[in-house]
């Protein structure tokens, strides 16, 4: 196996990674400044000479990140012969613009996580390499392991771009405690989704779930969550029946009518009383968590987080507030950044550790997602987790993102969505406002030329 | 600032190090020549060499080149590097983003030049008086500065928290409204200038306090004889004494504070609503963020050609000063 | 001398010190008690407000992490604990970034200090072709801000295999136009006498530079080298162009850019920003006086 590459002035030697030797140092001789409190904490990844490295970027830093590092963990152990080391960027932005700089600065990592809805963005320009097909029906992964829209999704000019993960929907939490109180669980002592069914229903029980806890009934962070924003609207806007033009240099079309009745609902439920105002994500977390809410809307993603703070957390797939069956979700995949270097040796051991992981969708669907790879969704292990076999309805009514060279996780786009709802969200103007301030940055993206 | 204006100043052709030199300063001559030793000595190239090509290669060169890419419509993924004219200064003119962010950049720099300088004075009033614990004063208001920008960022987003954060829980325990710090459009930009404020402002206090104390103290010695009261020894004496650091200090902060991305990238990374993204990191959203190197670099030039202005004009009154 | 001469010495530091404030108070604000109280109490609550956020920080870091996620106390009822701060060495590249930090700042002070000191020499004791228009040049080139070329430089970087190395982080910090002027304006005071002398006893100019100018300029010297220090040590926005792989991040890049796996933790967090905190305070603790001479001599540019 070839060894480890040389990457700078101090570069890596004799196998062992820098970051390895230098992390056994520093925390060696952190652990004895601070007299030996964090002896037990030192972890060199056990690398040894002639492993090759394989460095897989992703963007999971809700609770998911640790269980990517758990399957990480157990790659490596089945494959001696490779060190895989995960690092976690931030989220959104910040993480697809490094990914893009690291692609064309010809040294990115050996694969990333990327979301499905974002590969209108990469393919083309040339960041991305295609699997080879070949190669990973030798690892055992075919098209048949695959959900057809997913595969579909996954492919770039006929050829695959992105190895499916997950489908992960934005969903609704409940606290069965609180939820049982306010009157709204069924006989299973869960969520009762009709007693949530349709606006007014919603929101009666959100006050319901406030009286309960004396505060707030509902959590939804949408401060400083451009993605949350973008979420909630276009999973209500679906559920509203709304639908869409995105054609470059035509105007953007929505159907405005739907659009404002869902900031309407929006602007009923951030009344301070069903749900707190000028609420951020974290803090919306610590409420539900803390119990000062019933019930709240996220991705399934924090769920690890939910259930460390109660494990009886319930999950259910998202309310139908309007009337069309429709739940927000989005795919993350694999994909290949292009090497500058290509390397034989250490793309045949990313396949290796990219197969491993799709193979480890157990533990991922722990972390809440719905496993891409279809062997692992048929098992009956999978069958039997709660709360995911409750909120699994709702990727049959899944809703992803339009289609467009600049939508997708993380994107500007999001941003500039969700900045264009936050005055009619904090209540300073009416619900029509958010749909023309929407439709006239829809325009300016479809203005301008696709960079990539 | 005198260091500078020495160059501008300078007939061409001659060494300016000798307009400048104190007087008497003929140095030794020989005989046979005429000229100083100092002047036979021809290896000062060798010693020049590597900070000139260590600035030939990392500002001359990128300074060329990146105005070669403001008129290519190059982008981040490799593609597209023609020659395009002047389209990228035609839609940096006319694109709204460029002025927006470029106000914010200015606004930022009103909001945060004035208390950085009025605070840091006051900072310095106040240890100069000579009172107990100087130690603490210094470190105090010095620490900060000592912080890298990720660490301000942490601890003020946290300080700033909504619901649970310190500010929110003090302000809902005296039965205020929490405030939407760096979550309103219309408080944001008061928050970070208020957290560059706390960061930064310990450098101009040292400035103030080194002033300070070269100031004679026979003046106040004297002014004590003639009976002139604190405040007035405070009116009289040390402000009028400290007119020309404050020049100093007002540049230094106008310039540093044009140049703004840090702590606005991290701590609302623009928002809300973009209404605090600087020009600066309009340039970086462009360039990296959406792959357009070319666009990013006319908007960079344009911002250069602002700042340069801005310089040039404050160097041609300190000429006639000096 | 013995640690009780030490001692005493200090101590008679401190009162003389003590008597020279005491001095400096009755001149700044005169006898009036008052106004002694309200000028200490002015400090007091300036330096309060400054300590605050460092304190909540400091506060926040030893908490249990489900105790810091609920409306803010300082004295938190589960009581203290380091898990944070073990958590945060275990599983962060932290250390790996303070390192990389330490490196950086080191090399682009060193090398920083080096080529400006030898350039500020060539333009204040030697004459050569050219010098006047290299001078020229250096000035002109102080009022170019480095920040608008983040996008030509990366570029630049690319092309040369610097990005993700060393090199290129450090390379571009060390053109410092403004450090060659502070000093060119110390060695032009340096008497020309004592070098001519030196000359004529044949010491070559390498000699003449490394003998004679630097062990005299060595306070000038130090004084940049700690600006320069501390600039490097803060710098953002280059490190974090420049770096796309976390083992060559710096510790403001990496802190900002990498995140932990777990969620949102803010204990975790303000351990992290304590940790990166440390460093540069504790060395202010140590060195107080020389630093606040040398940011305030280099600051103004040397007036």
Redesign the interface.
């Known amino acids: 196996m070839a060894a480890s590459r040389t990457?700078?002035?101090?570069g890596s030697s004799g196998g062992l990674?820098?970051?390895e030797l230098?992390?056994a140092a520093?925390?060696g001789a952190?652990?004895v400044a601070?007299g030996g409190?964090?002896a037990g904490?030192?972890?060199p990844s056990a690398a040894g000479a002639g492993k090759t490295s394989v460095m897989v970027w992703d963007l999971?830093?809700?609770?998911?990140?640790?269980l990517?590092?758990e399957m990480a963990g157990v790659v490596a152990a089945a494959n001696p012969d490779i060190a895989v080391e995960?690092?976690?960027?931030?989220?959104g932005?910040?993480y697809?613009?490094?990914l893009?700089?690291?692609s064309?600065?010809?040294?990115?990592?050996e694969a990333a996580v990327m979301h499905m809805s974002r590969l209108a963005g990469y393919a083309p320009?040339?960041?991305l390499e295609p699997f080879d097909l070949d190669a990973l029906a030798e690892l055992g992964i075919t098209e048949a392991d695959f959900a057809p829209a997913v595969w579909q999704k996954a492919q770039f000019e006929g050829q695959l771009y992105a190895l499916p993960l997950d489908t992960h929907p934005y969903i609704a939490f409940h606290n069965p405690d609180i939820v049982q109180q306010a009157g709204l669980a069924g006989p299973d002592g869960k969520l009762d989704l009709a007693a949530v069914a349709g606006a007014d229903r919603f929101l009666e029980a959100g006050r319901a779930m406030a009286e309960v806890t004396g505060e707030t009934g509902v959590s939804w962070g949408y401060?400083?969550d451009?993605a949350g924003c973008w979420r909630m609207f276009w999973g209500l806007y679906s559920q509203n029946g709304g639908g869409y033009e995105l054609t470059p240099g035509r105007p953007a079309a929505l159907d405005e009518e739907a659009a404002t009745e869902v900031f309407e609902f929006l602007q009923a439920m951030v009344d301070g009383k069903v749900a707190?105002k000028?609420?951020?994500g974290?803090?919306a977390?610590?409420?539900f968590?803390?119990n000062r809410t019933g019930l709240m809307f996220a991705g399934e993603w924090?769920l690890?987080?939910f259930q460390g703070?109660n494990p009886d957390v319930g999950a259910t797939q998202f309310p139908a507030i309007f009337d069309t069956p429709a739940n927000y979700a989005d795919s993350h995949a694999f994909v290949l950044p292009k090497q500058g270097t290509p390397d034989p040796a250490r793309r045949e051991a990313t396949y290796r550790v990219l197969a491993g992981l799709l193979k480890e969708g157990l533990t991922w669907a722990s972390a809440g997602h719905i496993p891409a790879y279809q062997p692992i969704v048929q098992e009956p292990a999978y069958q039997e987790l709660t709360p995911q076999r409750d909120y699994a309805p709702a990727a049959e009514v899944a809703v992803f993102d339009p289609d467009a060279w600049f939508t997708g996780g993380g994107s500007?786009f999001q941003?500039r969505m969700a900045?264009?709802m936050?005055?009619t969200l904090?209540g300073k103007a009416p619900a029509r406002t958010a749909v023309t301030r929407m439709l006239s940055e829809m325009d300016r993206f479809l203005s301008q030329p696709n960079?990539? | 600032m005198t260091v500078s204006n020495a160059g501008v100043t300078a007939p061409p052709g001659r060494a300016l190090s000798d307009l400048r030199k104190p007087s008497g300063r003929s140095g030794t001559r020989t005989a046979s020549t005429g000229k100083s030793l100092r002047e036979r000595d021809r290896s000062g190239y060798l010693f020049v060499a590597p900070f000139a090509v260590a600035t030939g290669l990392f500002l001359l060169l990128p300074t060329l080149y990146g105005l070669w890419m403001s008129f290519t419509n190059q982008s981040l993924t490799g593609t597209g590097s023609e020659f395009i004219g002047f389209a990228n200064y035609a839609e940096a003119f006319s694109d709204p983003q460029v002025w927006t962010t470029l106000w914010h950049t200015v606004w930022f720099t009103v909001l945060s030049t004035v208390p950085l300088v009025v605070v840091a004075l006051v900072m310095a009033l106040l240890v100069h008086t000579g009172l107990p614990g100087q130690w603490v004063w210094r470190m105090s208001f010095f620490a900060p500065y000592l912080l890298t920008s990720a660490v301000v960022s942490a601890l003020s987003s946290w300080l700033f928290q909504p619901d649970i954060g310190l500010l929110d829980t003090w302000f809902t325990a005296l039965g205020l409204q929490p405030v939407g710090w760096l979550t309103d459009e219309n408080v944001a930009m008061f928050s970070i200038a208020g957290v560059t404020v706390w960061w930064t402002v310990g450098f101009n206090f040292l400035l103030y306090l080194a002033a300070l104390q070269g100031i004679p103290q026979q003046q106040y010695e004297a002014a004590t004889i003639d009976g002139a009261g604190g405040w007035r020894r405070l009116f009289s004496i040390t402000l009028p004494q400290l007119r020309n650091i404050t020049g100093v200090i007002v540049v230094l902060q106008l310039l540093a504070s044009l140049k703004v991305f840090d702590q606005i990238y991290l701590l609302t990374a623009g928002g809300p609503n973009g209404s605090t993204r600087p020009i600066l990191e309009y340039v970086y959203d462009t360039g990296f963020t959406n792959y357009r190197l070319g666009y990013a670099s006319a908007i960079s030039y344009v911002f250069f050609a602002l700042i340069l202005v801005f310089t040039l004009v404050r160097l041609l009154p300190s000429r006639k000063e000096a | 001398m013995s640690v009780a001469e030490l001692v005493a010495d200090r101590r008679t530091r401190a009162q003389q010190e003590r008597a020279e404030n005491r001095a400096l108070t009755k001149l700044t604000i005169g006898p009036s008690p008052w106004v002694r109280v309200g000028a200490l109490a002015a400090l007091v609550v300036l330096a309060a407000i400054w300590l605050l956020p460092v304190a909540w920080g400091a506060v926040t870091s030893f908490k249990h992490e489900a105790e810091a996620a609920l409306p803010a106390s300082w004295w938190p009822t589960t009581g203290w604990t380091l898990e944070a701060y073990q958590q945060v060495l275990g599983n962060s590249d932290l250390l790996i970034w303070m390192w990389n930090s330490l490196v950086v700042a080191g090399l682009v002070t060193i090398l920083t200090v080096l080529i400006s000191a030898m350039a500020a020499f060539a333009f204040s004791q030697t004459v050569f072709k050219g010098r006047g228009l290299l001078q020229w040049l250096t000035i002109a080139s102080i009022m170019m801000p480095g920040q608008i070329l983040i996008v030509p430089l990366f570029r630049q970087m690319q092309v040369m295999g610097l990005v993700d190395t060393f090199a290129g982080i450090v390379l571009p910090q060390v053109v410092a136009p403004v450090m060659v002027f502070i000093l060119k304006r110390f060695f032009d005071a340096i008497p020309s006498e004592l070098l001519d002398a030196a000359r004529i006893d044949g010491a070559g100019t390498w000699r003449l530079f490394w003998t004679i100018v630097l062990p005299l300029s060595r306070s000038i010297l130090v004084a940049v080298a700690i600006f320069v220090f501390i600039g490097a040590w803060n710098n953002f926005l280059w490190p974090f162009i420049v770096t796309t792989d976390p083992q060559f991040m710096t510790l403001p890049v990496g802190l900002s850019t990498v995140k932990n796996a777990y969620g949102v933790q803010y204990a975790q967090n303000m351990a992290s920003a304590m940790i990166a905190a440390l460093p540069l305070l504790v060395v202010f603790m140590l060195f107080q006086r020389r630093i606040v001479q040398g940011v305030a001599t280099t600051g103004m540019g040397g007036q």
């Open positions: 990457r700078s002035l101090v990674s820098r970051r230098l992390r520093l925390v952190g652990g601070l409190a964090l904490c030192a972890t999971f830093s809700g609770g998911d990140g640790a990517m590092q995960t690092t976690t960027l931030a989220w932005p910040p697809y613009t490094k893009a700089m690291a064309s600065g010809g040294r990115p990592p320009g040339g960041l401060q400083r451009p707190a000028n609420q951020d974290n803090a977390s610590g409420r968590m803390s924090d690890p987080m703070a500007d941003t900045d264009a936050t005055d904090a960079p990539a």
